[in-house]
């Protein structure tokens, strides 16, 4: 859920500052038109980072719960075994 909060924060937050840059420009509109393009690149980039950091972290935990629940497998099988009944 953190993930979701954090990701729709970051694109409001793009979208609320391209917007008060349009607002605010002083420039011709080639030159805002530029900007804008750079911005956005640089929104793209970072929302990609976090995008594979997010998809990183969630392997991990998967892999983890993995790991876990075949343990604990591990540990009823050799609990069975030592009680003859497997």
Do not use: P
Request: proline content about 0%; hydrophobic content about 35%.
């Amino acid at each position: 859920m953190k993930t979701n909060t954090f990701l729709g924060g970051l694109l409001a937050g793009a979208v609320l500052g391209i917007a008060g840059g349009l607002l605010l420009a002083t420039s011709t509109s080639g030159e805002t038109k530029d900007k804008l393009v750079k911005g956005a690149k640089k929104i793209a980039g970072s929302l990609g980072d976090t995008v594979n950091d997010t998809i990183d972290e969630l392997k991990g935990q998967y892999n983890e719960g993995i790991e876990q629940v075949a343990e604990k497998g591990k540990e009823t099988i050799r609990r069975y075994s030592e009680k003859g009944k497997f």
